[in-house]
């Protein structure tokens, strides 16, 4: 069994900053791909940002230059930081880990 669990959402003000976090436990011992997914209410879930062993990494437009994907494979764990955060950015974030996702973590911007 694998458990996916994040952490680090929250409210922020716009143009303020957060870390969320995403910690893999259980049967699993080599991660390839390890990505963020956000959906806003109404909104499709869509990618954020993902990152592969070796790393590269993918943005969508809309944070691309804000967020910063990285991973630390020594704890399974996988971080966003995202900087000068706008209230477009409000969702619940969820993790996805090697075909696994968490319960997702919400993120509120305020204006």
């Known amino acids: 069994q694998v458990h996916v669990v994040e952490s680090g959402g929250g409210l922020v003000q716009a143009g303020g900053s957060l870390r969320l976090s995403c910690a893999a436990s259980?049967?699993?011992?080599?991660?390839?791909?390890m990505g963020w997914y956000r959906q806003a209410p109404g909104k499709q879930r869509e990618l954020v940002a993902r990152?592969?062993?070796?790393?590269?990494?993918n943005y969508a437009d809309s944070v691309k230059g804000r967020f910063t994907i990285s991973r630390d494979n020594a704890r399974n764990t996988v971080y966003l930081q995202m900087n000068s955060l706008k209230p477009e950015d409000t969702a619940v974030y969820y993790c996805?880990?090697?075909?696994?996702w968490g319960q997702g973590t919400q993120v509120t911007v305020s204006s």
């Open positions: 259980g049967s699993i011992f080599s991660i390839g791909v």
């Open positions: 990152i592969i062993s070796g790393g590269s990494t």
């Open positions: 996805w880990v090697h075909g696994y």
